[in-house]
């Protein structure tokens, strides 16, 4: 699987923009860029993913570079419970709809400081 | 809706033993994933079903591991003879498809002494 390589932490002030960024020299064309984040002493949970073009959705907003070699996660405004790990992970797409379990890094650890 | 659950939240063993953790995905999902997480790691893939049978059962380390979905809907991870080694947190997800964003349970924290 291709790897991604982020940053181990980053720190941010509450109500502040963040961007967290994210590596992937070797992603292939058929790869997704998805992001998922964890809370202390919870799942993982889903916050957004994209192929090529830059996404939005309530939580975050996406944006790949042109060559896709790298991504950002942009939290526009964060607020204290933004404070988690955050995973940038490459997931394949099969034609005929097959898929694999994700490949987490260490992620990156956000710091939100009040 | 309901989410994710897993049962038990912690289970403290003794090595050598044997242990069941129990998930129960969201209602209509066909795709349920188990990870495993170490301290200060990322969740380490370990097996998926689609319906009843797995489909990715590469990340298993060892055949003291094994999981079953008999009727497509609630999933047992087994591991015989626990080793130290095998204390992390144990996460289950479900989707409803195999391509689809995956959705966690909270884990089952399992330490073995």
Known sequence: ?114 | GAGVSQTPSNKVTEKGKYVELRCDPISGHTALYWYRQSLGQGPEFLIYFQGTGAADDSGLPNDRFFAVRPEGSVSTLKIQRTERGDSAVYLCASSRSGTETQYFGPGTRLLVL
């Not at chain 1, 064309?29 to 998805?34: A, C």
């Not at chain 1, 939580?59 to 526009?76: F, G, N, V, Y």
Request: charged share 20%.
């Open chain 1, 1 to 114: 699987d291709a790897k991604t390589t982020q940053p181990n932490s980053m720190e941010s002030n509450e109500e502040e923009p963040v961007h967290l960024p994210c590596n992937h020299s070797t992603i292939s064309g058929t790869d997704y860029i998805h992001w998922y984040r964890q809370l202390p002493s919870q799942g993982p949970e889903y916050v957004i993913h994209g192929l090529t073009s830059n996404v939005n959705n309530r939580m975050a907003s996406l944006a790949i570079a042109e060559d896709r070699k790298s991504s950002t996660l942009i939290l526009h405004r964060a607020t204290l419970r933004d404070a988690a790990v955050y995973y940038c992970i490459l997931r394949a797409w099969y034609s005929g709809g097959g898929a694999d379990g994700l490949t987490f890094g260490k992620g990156t650890h956000l710091i939100i400081q009040p």
